[in-house]
């Protein structure tokens, strides 16, 4: 799909504006749009927004087999996803340049920052390791793709808890989450990224540039910093030149950033992990519920437990049931060629001789088990209400697909072998039954169902 | 004979336009089931896809770990079968409607979720559609017994799930999924109070569009 | 790897160098016949190959034409023998797919693009034998093949890694000194405006340090721009001299 293309009169306004350091939505150039954090129901699943632009991250684990280079660590695997709800331009599955930018950016600021300390996920050296994974969707694509994705990131990790572990000697049990508490990742520290946009070669510059305002950069600079003034990553992109004191001006802004950041995510997780404890609801419905998110109260509705009167589905059930038993029977009395036989309930059966006329090329070879007739007269289809279901049995001599029987049709098609000759010699030649293989047709609903799985 | 064990259907919370790139999005919530949907619509489509005479509808489903696999797979072509019966396609020929669905929170009632969301989207992007669509799931426990819009542990220890999908004008079915066994009388009663919690679900959708739309002259 | 001492006490690197010594640079010009300019370069034990092909019309789908400027197309490959252990993919992974975007931005920079409209410049990078630096080694290789096939450029780009440990700054890291996390810098620079035109930063670094690294690197970039300046000039007096001139 194609994204709305910029115009050039856009440009050239955007442009302008900026130059004399004014900003559409009125922020200051260093000045961030509001980020909400929200934690999901299940441990480790964030939800970050920064002004439109929406992300969400989920923290996994899974014990695999560490890398010959590094027996005793375990491993950190990130996938950020641009799906394609996020900006049309976005592919679903390829993975374009910006998305191998976005998850390489990521990659370097978590994992070879060492974030979480990787020698605390080894369970036996070069056997077991927890391997964490975090995959983080991008929802909505509003400018400042890394700064969000990093957010969700770690306070996901920080969110998220493990399986506890034991082991005693060769033997490893993973306690299930009732059994024991689950144990939180050693989070060495929060690293967190600020994006700078870079105007009129590196003249101006601008925090947090919205999605317009990064169709008309020169270029960008992503330093990825944490509280301690530490700097964990630094990424520059865009066709321009930096000079050095512009590079330390930038990071200096970006330590000042990174405090609020971090005191904001610390903030949530405290409030989430109080909420939990106490027994109060958490998880997304809640906050759609309480916090407002920039948008329109009259586009969100809210209605709590709802019961469903129900008090007449037995009955109706039951009428339904035997009426189509009725029907069913019915149609097989009258039926030309029962194509259709329902013998127990939960199987069902379907020979195909009214499509092509009946098989011809096996004539002459007979043998009792291969040949399944469907008589119309057959007197032991009243059985249908029954709710037992037989034993099956498979016959599986058939050259073309096994067919499966009940025990009770073999009983049945042992009766009307007798009665089949003489439908035999009436209709002039042989079927085969076929079994229903592949193509499950299942019971229909009454309704009106005109398409079925 | 059977009997419903659990005939309450969790909260829903809903929330219309809450993407600003697409032309329609929406979140519905079931309990703690959370789905996000977008739709694009009606969008050029490749040639391998065109249609000559109706729009191709595309259903991009995204679980929230791990790559798409089979299962994904499966579940988008449910929903688009749905949606195809629904939409007026033979408006739009030669385009595409594409529904991308990403789910937020499993607990529990995930494809019934998938479609009410779908169904949300469609109607926030204003594409033209003969029908409202709602789903609802079901189990049969092992005792028997049914239970409406059940959570992720109700589904394991069941014996069976089955979902429906209902269409607003004559409650009628659009779509059936299942797994499981169960017997034909547990189908009928399944079916019965799926129907009946349908139309709470569509009294549901339409609260949501007139609140939507109560401020606008 | 932990444990091992990246600089000993006397001051000295794993491979005896001292923290601001460069490897041993080596390289050739024209080594291709068939390509507009080629290039190979050794740094110490990280051996790389580059091929420029250009400016000519545009390949593949016209779409990619800019109408005022030339098309820069990178492909940066690691053959499989480069590294100790087999590589499986020499190119369309995640990281080399990073780095030809990141010599992609470099060279669209450096180069006097708006000279050659509609037209396309292909610089083709090949690792042989990767010993750390590989990324800085890729654009010396690719610089001195941009000279030899005569597209201009705004400067000479000289690529070089620093690392910080310990307190102290070392130039020009190698795949021992990588692989014990510490904080490294990858930098390409135009030496003479001393601008940067690329930089990557991996691992934790504090910030008051931050300025005597990036001096560290300015330094470096100019140490490497006098080998390769040297380089281009000898080059040029052979062919001088081969085309039957003195």
């Not at chain 1, 997304?284 to 008090?311: E, N, P, Q, R």
């Not at chain 2, 896809?49 to 579940?75: M, R, S």
């Amino acid at each position: 799909m194609k994204d709305h293309p910029l115009s050039n009169c856009e440009e050239k306004f955007v442009l302008a504006a900026i130059a004399e350091n004014r900003r559409f939505d009125g922020r200051g150039v260093y000045i961030y749009r509001p980020i909400v954090i929200l934690y999901g129901h299940d441990r480790g699943c964030c939800h970050v927004q920064i002004g439109c632009t929406r992300v969400l991250a989920q923290v996994s684990c899974e014990v695999i087999i560490p890398k010959q280079t590094r027996p005793n660590e375990g491993v950190l695997h990130m996938n950020v996803e641009l799906s394609p709800m996020a900006c049309p331009s976005f592919e679903a599955g390829k993975q374009s340049d910006y998305g191998v930018e976005v998850n390489r950016a990521l990659e370097r600021l978590l994992r070879d920052s060492l974030c979480i300390d990787l020698e605390s996920l080894c369970i036996m050296s070069g056997e077991k390791v927890w391997q964490i994974r975090v995959d983080v969707h991008v929802l909505n694509h509003d400018g400042n793709l890394i700064d969000c994705s990093s957010i969700a990131a770690i306070a996901a990790l920080s969110h998220f808890r493990r399986p506890d572990v034991t082991v005693s000697g060769e033997e490893v049990t993973i306690h299930p989450l009732d059994e024991k508490d689950a144990v939180p990742l050693s989070v060495n520290h929060i690293p967190l990224s600020v994006t700078f946009a870079f105007f009129d070669q590196g003249r101006t510059l601008l925090v947090d540039p919205t999605d317009q305002e990064e169709r008309v950069m020169d270029g960008k600079m992503v330093v990825g910093i944490n509280k301690h003034r530490e700097l964990c990553m630094l990424h520059v992109s865009g066709k321009m030149l930096v000079l050095q004191d512009q590079v330390v001006r930038c990071v200096n802004i970006a330590a000042a950033r990174v405090g609020e950041i971090t005191d904001l995510i610390k903030d949530t997780l405290e409030k989430d992990n109080a909420a939990r404890k106490s027994g109060k609801e958490f998880g997304f419905a809640k906050c759609l519920a309480d916090v407002i998110l920039g948008v329109d109260d009259l586009l969100k509705h809210y209605v709590d437990s709802m019961s469903v009167d129900t008090t007449s589905v037995g009955q109706t059930a039951k009428t339904v049931v035997d009426a189509d038993g009725n029907r069913v029977q019915m149609e097989v009395d009258n039926a030309e060629t029962g194509n259709v036989s329902i013998k127990v309930p939960g199987t069902g059966k379907m020979s195909t001789n009214t499509e092509g006329g009946a098989v011809t090329w096996c004539e002459g070879e007979e043998s009792d088990s291969d040949v399944i007739l469907l008589d119309k007269n057959d007197s032991t289809s009243s059985e249908v209400s029954s709710k037992q279901v037989s034993a099956v049995v498979e016959l599986s001599d058939s050259e073309e697909e096994s067919v499966l029987m009940t025990s009770q049709d073999l009983e049945r098609t042992e009766l009307s072998k007798s009665r089949a000759i003489e439908t035999r010699e009436n209709r002039g030649g042989r079927c085969r039954g076929k079994s229903f293989g592949g193509r499950n047709r299942g019971k229909r609903g009454r309704g009106n169902g005109q398409r079925y799985f | 004979m059977s009997c419903l064990k659990q005939s309450n259907l969790r909260g829903f919370a809903c929330e219309q336009s809450c993407l600003t790139r697409s032309d329609g999005s929406a979140t519905f919530n079931q309990g703690e089931t959370t789905v996000l949907a977008a739709v694009y619509g009606p969008v050029e489509v490749k040639l391998s896809k065109e249609h000559v005479e109706k729009a191709a509808v595309d259903v991009i489903y995204k679980p929230k770990v791990g790559i798409p696999g089979c299962k994904e797979k499966a579940t988008e072509q449910l929903i688009k079968s749905t949606c195809e019966t629904v939409l007026l396609v033979a408006l739009h020929p030669r385009t595409a409607v594409v529904i991308v669905l990403q789910e937020m929170q499993n607990t529990g009632s995930l494809l019934s979720c998938c479609i009410n969301a779908c169904c949300q989207a469609l109607m926030d992007a204003g594409i033209n559609m003969r029908c409202l669509v709602c789903a609802v799931t079901t189990t049969v426990d092992q005792e028997g017994h049914i239970i409406l819009d059940p959570t992720s542990k109700q589904e394991e220890d069941g014996k069976a799930v089955l979902t429906f999908a209902f269409d607003s004008k004559t409650n009628g079915v659009i779509m059936t999924t299942t797994s499981g066994i169960y017997s034909s009388q547990e189908y009928q009663e399944c079916l019965l109070s799926a129907q009946h919690a349908s139309a709470k679900i569509f009294e549901f959708y339409r609260d949501s569009i007139l609140k939507k739309l109560s401020r606008v002259s | 790897m932990a444990g091992v001492e990246v600089v000993s006490e006397q001051g000295f690197r794993t491979d005896g160098r001292k923290p601001n010594e460069l490897r041993r640079i080596r390289c050739k010009q024209g080594v291709f016949s068939h390509a507009d300019g080629s290039a190979y370069i050794e740094q110490g034990n990280t051996k790389v190959l580059a091929t420029v092909y250009g400016p000519h019309e545009i390949r593949g789908s016209r779409s990619k034409a800019l109408h005022d400027r030339a098309y820069v197309n990178c492909q940066f490959s690691m053959a499989t023998f480069s590294t100790g252990e087999r590589k499986q993919r020499p190119r369309g992974d995640r990281k080399s797919t990073e780095m030809t975007m990141h010599m992609k931005q470099t060279f669209e920079a450096t180069i006097l693009t708006q000279l050659y409209p509609r037209s396309q410049i292909d610089i083709f990078v090949e690792v042989l034998q990767a010993d750390g630096g590989n990324f800085a080694a890729c654009v010396n290789a690719a610089t001195l093949a941009l000279i030899d096939a005569g597209i201009p450029l705004k400067d000479y780009v000289c690529a070089c890694t620093v690392g910080f440990v310990d307190d102290v700054t070392i130039v020009d890291i190698n795949h021992l000194e990588e692989t014990n996390h510490i904080a490294e810098f990858t930098v390409a620079m135009l030496p003479k405006s001393e601008q940067f035109v690329m930089l990557e930063m991996s691992s934790r670094l504090h910030l008051d340090h931050l300025s005597k690294v990036m001096d560290m690197a300015t330094k470096a970039c100019k140490d490497v721009h006098l080998v390769l300046d040297r380089a281009v000039r000898d080059h040029v007096s052979e062919v001088w001299q081969q085309l039957g001139n003195t």
